[in-house]
């Protein structure tokens, strides 16, 4: 590549194309240009936060074709062809998604930092796991880090949509199961 | 320094044959990235050296596991989540699908490769003991063919490793014959989850007739690459276990581990957890026999 001549590798913007939230987009961009940045900048879809940029807090989740995954680690070249889900996509029709509205109706977001990725982990979890129980909606949200109010309501957040969702009761944090899973994983955080 | 997009490339040639002759024509100029888990937080930080990568992710070649009656060869790009959604590595290698489980989080595990946690050659990597003690062979690809080595083999000096300048890690090959051995794996780190290893053991051992018949014992975190304790395992080789080689074997492993101070936790310390590991392995086997 650029052989020959004095360039720098900034010269080569390929145009990638995937689809977010179900639209195609293209964009012209350097290749390592982090998927965070061409979501916020280039596509001006600012739902997704950038907390660590090293793949620690979560706040970046997005899911690539079915999978959650930190967008400030994928460098936009590999979404070529790719499937992304952004914060922005959850709603349907202009609807809130039941985990949007869970966290509004048990104050599961606070400064809002983490929400975005919190709201992606959440769905991915549900999406390969329609009923999980309290010890699998804190594995699914273990790489998502808040910092103001605390993980218990986002956790009941999660349980009442999910009770929500098939009327069935939650897995609430007052139960007997709940109390054995804190103690599995009170060094989680 | 926040890193910039404009003095990296990366390229994307697509197949497999097509990496490796990029990698032939220019060798060590190329970087493979898979899942960026480790290059894009150097990235991030202003800390990746590499001017020029090339793209691993989304080439399915590098991404089957494959079975057969006597073994499994996991592709080098397989995720972590791949590992721990797989029924036979989850019968046969169940050290290895606890492994996968403690690689950062979800989206980190969707995107993380087994190979390149061996690539990167962490000496806390969470994959390696149980690699070690599955006695995993690693196969290397290159335009000029394949070549296996032992995984006890692969890691030279800290993070270095036997790959040449012109070869990718294509395959992680482990026999199918733990089925009546003790398993055990054992991390300690500061928390539960995205916790760096302080110290981790894996082991996988065969008793006949009160006998140790076969034990292999691999630790993260006790010197500059993960390493197989083969001075700890020939103390133990053909011996009963009693509390007279728990003893043996002990100071067998305190004379062959190499522990560092670090951010992390301390040389003493280590020592301490890595005997206890041991122990309680050694003991499982006593009580339990090899029967896993």
């Known amino acids: ?65 079915g999978e959650l995954v930190n967008s400030c680690l994928v460098p936009v070249l590999q979404v070529e062809g790719a499937d992304i889900q952004t914060v922005e996509g959850l709603t349907l029709h202009g609807e809130l998604h039941p985990l949007q509205k869970a966290f509004l109706e048990h104050g599961g977001a606070q400064c809002g930092i983490c929400t975005p990725g919190m709201l992606m982990a959440a769905a991915q979890l549900l999406e390969q796991n329609p009923h999980p129980g309290i010890v699998q909606i804190r594995e699914a949200l273990a790489g998502n880090l808040c910092r103001c109010t605390g993980f218990i309501r986002i956790f009941e957040a999660v349980a009442a949509a999910i009770a929500s969702d098939d009327g069935r009761p939650a897995t609430g944090p007052n139960t007997e199961q709940t109390r054995h899973a804190q103690e599995q994983t009170h060094h989680a955080r | 320094m926040r890193g910039n997009a404009a003095t990296h490339d990366l390229v994307a040639p697509g197949e497999l044959g097509a990496v490796l002759e990029l990698l032939a024509a220019e060798p060590g100029v190329w970087t493979p990235i898979a899942g960026g888990t480790e290059l894009m937080v150097a990235f991030a930080a202003g800390r990746l050296t590499a001017p020029k990568l090339v793209n691993l992710w989304g080439i399915p070649d590098l991404r089957t596991i494959q079975v057969t009656p006597q073994s499994v060869a996991i592709g080098a790009a397989a995720t972590f989540l791949d590992l721990r959604r797989h029924a036979v590595i989850a019968s046969d290698f169940p050290l290895l699908a606890k492994a996968a489980s403690w690689i950062g989080s979800v989206a980190n595990q ?67 014959r733990f089925a009546h051995h003790k398993q055990y794996l054992r991390k300690v780190g500061t928390r539960r989850a995205m916790a760096i290893a302080k110290v981790a053991l894996g082991a996988t051992a065969l008793v006949e007739n009160g006998a140790i018949r076969e034990i292999r014992l691999g630790a993260a975190s006790l010197a500059p690459f993960p390493m197989r304790l083969l001075q700890t395992e020939a103390a133990l080789l053909g011996q009963t276990v009693t509390p007279d080689t728990i003893q043996s074997a002990r100071r067998a492993l305190l004379a062959e581990m190499k522990p560092i101070d670090d951010i992390r936790s301390t040389a003493e310390y280590r020592k301490r957890v890595a005997a206890n590991l041991l122990d309680e392995f050694l003991l499982q086997l006593r009580h339990e026999g090899s029967q896993p």
Request: with cysteine; aromatic share 6%.
């Open chain 1, 1 to 65: 590549m650029n052989k020959g001549k004095r360039t720098t590798p900034s010269e080569r913007c390929p145009a990638i194309s995937f689809k977010v939230n179900g639209e195609t987009r293209i964009v012209k961009a350097p290749p390592m240009k982090r998927l965070l940045d061409v979501l916020r900048e280039d596509l001006h879809l600012t739902g997704t936060k950038e907390g660590c940029g090293e793949g620690e807090c979560g706040s970046c989740s997005v899911r690539m074709n």
């Open chain 2, 110 to 176: 969707g995107r993380a490769t087994l190979g390149g946690n061996l690539v990167n050659g962490s000496p806390a990597a969470d994959s390696s003991p149980a690699l070690l003690a599955y006695d995993a062979e690693i196969e290397f690809i290159s335009v000029r063919g394949r070549r296996r080595v032992p995984y006890s083999e692969f890691h030279t000096a800290y993070k270095c490793n036997g790959l040449a300048p012109d070869e990718l890690l294509y395959a992680i090959h482990l026999p199918r």
